[in-house]
């Protein structure tokens, strides 16, 4: 496993806390959820990589 693969990981990771620490339950909308969902499905690529 290369350091790479660590740190794009580790960057999309952050990327989707960052996300969710800015989130405001009260105002979620549509786009917001369709934004994690794509960091999630960015984070699963990742993972998909690393195995």
């Known amino acids: ?3 790479n693969i660590l740190e ?3 960057n999309k ?3 989707f806390a ?3 620490e ?3 339950p009260e105002k979620l909308d549509l786009t917001q959820i369709d934004r994690l969902i ?3 499905e ?3 690529n990742e ?3 690393i195995k």
């Open 1 to 3: 496993m290369t350091s």
């Open 8 to 10: 794009q990981l580790k």
């Open 13 to 15: 990771f952050e990327d």
């Open 18 to 20: 960052s996300e969710i």
């Open 22 to 24: 800015n989130i405001e």
């Open 38 to 40: 794509a960091l999630v």
């Open 42 to 44: 960015e984070l699963d």
């Open 47 to 49: 993972i998909k990589t």
